[in-house]
């Protein structure tokens, strides 16, 4: 029996080394993938549709819904992530600025640009965070890896090539964007150790140091003044997306926390076919936001 229970034992442990099943590791990509695509719907209906003056403000949102959100999981035992100590602030170091200047110039771009020329102006964020890996973290990647990457960037340029606007303030925005983006993830990988602040730690914190630097940002550009402004704030379905956005914003971040965790485990040919569905879904975001920028 002793023999028995310790085989099992040794059976589970193997199990929780292997990680991920290939099964969840899709799932995870569906989810970051659906979540992303309802999340630039839903800012562009906002900052666009509805005229919303204030993108930083829609970030502070988000900002607060993420930090509400962790807490009261963390409070529920739901989640695990450990209490603020002074080395903290120290370990994220730059990250709250890369995180912060991630949603001001994302939901700025997203509010300039239409959606086909956005979808295909952030995959530049893939060749950067090769290049970004490459420099800090030493790594060094194939050529069937570069070769998907522009395949990728090529493909979504074919898509929207019907909408090919120019606009230099969002070009500006949307490569800012890039660079953030990018470089968030590289740093996360070069300082954070997950058994230490791990995943929801890095957001939790993120959003904490910089909800009060934002909000002080909002209120000396007028930021703020223009919100509180604003003449929707009565109307119940700009106030659902408001809050949908400021949900999602929190949503969306974790699955692609997940997916950078994974992704190195996965070896030969299930790296590609996992590499072809995420180019697969990566065309056909491209193709629906084309879509539901002409409706």
């Not at 080394?17 to 990509?29: E, I, N, Q, Y």
């Not at 522009?150 to 925005?173: H, P, R």
Request: glycine letters at 6%; aromatic letters at 12%; charged letters at 15%.
């Amino acid at each position: 029996m002793t023999a028995g229970r310790q085989a099992e034992g040794a059976d589970a442990d193997a199990a929780s080394a292997r990680g991920p099943s290939r099964v969840a590791k899709l799932l995870s990509a569906l989810f970051y993938g659906v979540c992303s695509f309802l999340i630039v719907l839903v800012n562009k209906a906002l900052l666009t549709t509805y005229r919303f003056p204030s993108p930083i403000f829609l970030g502070i949102g988000q900002m607060a819904a993420t930090i509400m959100i962790l807490y009261v999981s963390k409070l529920n035992k739901i989640i695990h992530f450990p209490d603020f100590d002074k080395k903290i602030p120290v370990k994220l170091f730059p990250l709250p600025l890369l995180y912060v200047g991630n949603h001001i110039s994302g939901l700025s771009s997203t509010s300039k640009l239409s959606l086909p020329m956005f979808t295909v102006l952030r995959k530049f964020t893939i060749p950067l965070t090769l290049l970004l890996e490459t420099i800090i973290l030493g790594k060094h990647y194939s050529l069937n890896i570069i070769v998907s990457v522009f395949t990728i960037i090529l493909g979504a340029f074919i898509a929207a090539g019907s909408d090919l606007a120019f606009n230099l303030e969002g070009y500006i925005f949307v490569f800012l964007n890039d660079i953030f983006t990018a470089a968030n993830g590289v740093y996360t990988k070069q300082k954070m150790d997950p058994k230490e602040l791990g995943k929801y730690g890095v957001l939790f914190y993120n959003a904490c140091f910089m909800i009060i630097p934002t909000l002080i940002i909002s209120v000396s550009t007028g930021d703020l003044q223009q919100a509180t402004e604003f003449n929707e704030w009565k109307n119940v379905l700009f106030i659902i997306q408001f809050l949908l956005s400021c949900f999602l914003g929190f949503l969306w971040k974790v699955p692609l926390q997940q997916r950078s965790e994974v992704r190195p485990r996965i070896p030969g040919n299930t790296a590609q076919k996992t590499r072809s569905k995420h180019e697969t879904l990566l065309f056909l975001r491209v193709m629906l936001t084309s879509h539901f920028s002409k409706i």
